[in-house]
């Protein structure tokens, strides 16, 4: 292909390049995750997502109210995993130049997660696949999803889950 199509293997070397240091980057926040106390390990690993989508150029904030607490490993990887999703939906479709993400361990009862922006919106809340898997994996912890999207009105997505 590098003498046929001399652009277009660029491009495939490209990709491979970026997904490699993506798989790096996963490999070094689960290798930091098994050193870290579990609690420290979920904040730390939400925040290197949050800076992943900073070094994107797009403002993110995350921050963490209430205290937080021990959950289990079913429910850190679902919180993970919408965080994810979410900020990965920011960097590549939402065109957006703010996020926010909140973790908020203020209520005994739950953890709620919200991830928003300041995107172009929609006028569905319905989500790609994606935000079904999030779905998902929430609703078998006996959590929920609420959307709320609006034609230029960003995105906004919350979980809550019960501890």
Known sequence: ????????AA???N???????????DVR????????SPIESRLLTVAALAEECRTAGIRTDFSVTGAPRSLSPQAELTLYRAVQEGLTNVRKHAHASHA?????????????????DNSVGGNTADGGFGLVGVRERV??????VRVQTETGQGFMFEVERPT
């Open 139 to 144: 609703q078998l912890l006996g959590g929920q």
């Open 11 to 13: 491009d495939a070397l």
């Open 15 to 25: 990709k491979a390049q970026s997904l490699a240091r993506e798989g790096l980057a």
């Open 100 to 116: 926010e993400v909140v973790l908020d361990y203020v209520d005994a009862d739950c953890v709620r997660l919200v991830v928003k």
């Open 1 to 8: 292909m590098l003498d046929n199509n001399p652009s277009r």
């Open 29 to 36: 926040r689960s290798v930091a995750a098994l050193r870290a």
